[in-house]
């Protein structure tokens, strides 16, 4: 049986009363482009819902995004001349004489955005990269100019305006508009920091930089001041290391992502510190003495060191000024070197560790209380002494030898051992035991007279006898035999008559003198 034509008409094919009214192209913004095509331009005019081409002369345009009714982004192919811009959609194509002009001349490129992606609300910084950029009169998100900074013929600073979906960016000179480069609008929020430790570092760069946060996780660029971290890593959506960059002063550090750019948080540029001198320059390898170290720029010094090993303590006086408790070392010389926040500096050779002083003799081993005597000590690490004790009484003087020698004059005492010491830069010796001896005392002579012929002995008691070392008659010294340290028997030598003093020497000195008598015999 035979089909009736109505029959194969589809159901939605009845009939209309209104039919659609066909695209009208009213203007295009810009109105010339690149011979080589790829400038983003704006088409306004009325009935684009459903647009399917819109032609530059035969050639369709690309990447056509329908804003609305009115409004259409499309990106010109390659030609030459002028052509006529159409919008064809399904109720037909429009056929007003509104031209786009092709110029041969060498316009604009852009070849990237950074970051090419922000916040619906607008005010993200974006860089623009490309060439011929000089002389730029416009910098457009879509049909929306914003304002911008020509940094160079090659780069553009804007900021993005609010919007949605996808904008083609555009930079327009007096030579022509750009390649369109797409910006995607994302619904995210605006990160936030709120913290960078440390939050000061040299001035020279290359600190790494902790910063905490909120809203972190898509971060594409993270500025210190003006000028990009030389690396980060996004950690978390709240934790961002980032390595700083060369610089100076105060400077507000910045994340950006596409959800915009967070409030910055204070970056301090600290300058690297000098250290110029240290008093005293050497100290005992036990540590534990202070040290004063001279320089500048110390403020904010976070470590001290004497060769490898740290100091005890340390104070930062001023920005001139550390005292530092030096700490235990093997004996040599070593720098030291400060750390603070701007670096480091080291003064080479600058200190030394001293071995303690070591005695091992005194000799004599005794004197007397009066003192004066010299005596002898033995031992090592003895050349850098500062002084010589007895007991806590000073030497009345001394001489370093060597570093195993010394000669000192004994102070006066009182009866009895005392611990003998010496003291260095490198500490105070082990004691050796020295006497202080009272000198002998005679207090009878028995017999007070004899014969000035040889051959009598004379008797003397008292005390302090017992390391007598001579007994004189006068000037002249005779033979003695000790008996005790009360008693002791001294052979008499022939002499003139007369009265001679007799006297004891011993370490502790000489007796008061006990008067004997020589008298001659009748008849002579």
Do not use: W
Request: aromatic share 6%; charged share 5%.
């Amino acid at each position: 049986m035979a089909v009736k034509p109505s029959e194969n008409l589809p159901s939605d094919s009845a009939p209309r009363s209104l039919a659609a009214a066909p695209p009208a192209v009213l203007a295009v913004s810009p109105t010339s482009g690149s011979a080589g095509g790829g400038t983003g331009v704006t088409v306004t005019g009325t009935g684009f819902t459903g647009a399917t081409a819109v032609r530059f002369g035969a050639t369709q345009g690309t990447a056509v995004t329908v804003a609305s009714d009115t409004q259409i982004s499309v990106v010109s192919p390659p030609d030459t001349g002028t052509v006529q811009v159409t919008v064809t959609t399904p109720a037909g194509t429009s056929n007003q004489f509104v031209t786009f002009g092709y110029t041969t001349t060498s316009g604009p490129v852009l070849t990237a955005l950074s970051p090419n992606a922000g916040s619906a609300a607008g005010g993200t910084a974006v860089t623009l990269s490309g060439a011929e950029f000089t002389g730029a009169t416009a910098v457009r998100f879509g049909a929306v100019s914003v304002p911008f900074t020509l940094t160079s013929s090659t780069q553009i600073a804007a900021t993005a305006p609010a919007g949605s979906g996808t904008a083609q960016v555009t930079v327009t000179t007096p030579v022509g508009t750009s390649n369109a480069a797409p910006y995607t609008y994302i619904s995210v929020a605006v990160p936030v920091l709120s913290s960078a430790s440390p939050n000061s570092g040299s001035t020279a760069g290359g600190t790494t930089v902790t910063l905490t946060g909120t809203g972190l996780a898509n971060a594409g660029v993270v500025r210190f001041g003006g000028t990009a971290a030389t690396s980060f890593h996004v950690v978390s959506d709240t934790l961002i290391t980032a390595v700083a960059p060369a610089g100076s002063g105060t400077v507000q550090v910045t994340v950006t992502t596409p959800g915009g750019t967070s409030n910055g948080v204070s970056y301090t540029y600290a300058v690297t510190p000098t250290l110029t001198a240290v008093n005293p320059n050497q100290g005992p390898t036990s540590g534990g003495n202070t040290v004063t170290l001279t320089g500048i720029n110390l403020t904010g010094t976070t470590a001290v060191a004497f060769g490898t090993t740290p100091a005890a303590s340390f104070t930062v006086v001023s920005p001139t000024q550390i005292t530092a408790v030096a700490p235990a070392a093997v004996a040599g010389v070593v720098g030291i070197t400060v750390t603070a926040l701007g670096g480091t500096s080291t003064l080479p050779n600058a200190y030394f560790f001293v071995n303690a002083p070591v005695l091992t003799a005194v000799a004599p081993l005794s004197g007397p209380l009066s003192g004066g005597n010299s005596v002898t000590l033995f031992g090592s690490s003895l050349v850098e002494a500062t002084a010589v004790r007895f007991g806590s009484t000073a030497a009345t003087s001394f001489t370093v030898v060597s570093d195993t020698q010394i000669t000192a004059v004994v102070p006066a005492g009182v009866a009895g051992s005392v611990q003998v010491t010496v003291c260095t830069v490198g500490g105070t010796s082990n004691p050796v035991t020295y006497t202080f001896l009272t000198h002998p005392v005679i207090t009878t002579l028995a017999p007070t007279q004899g014969p000035t012929s040889s051959g009598s002995t004379l008797t003397l008691t008292g005390a302090n006898f017992s390391q007598v070392t001579a007994v004189f008659l006068g000037t002249q010294p005779v033979s003695f035999t000790l008996v005790s340290d009360t008693h002791l028997v001294a052979d008499v030598p022939a002499g003139a008559a007369g009265p001679v003093d007799v006297t004891v020497v011993g370490p502790g000195g000489t007796s008061a003198p006990q008067t004997y008598t020589r008298v001659s015999s009748p008849g002579i």
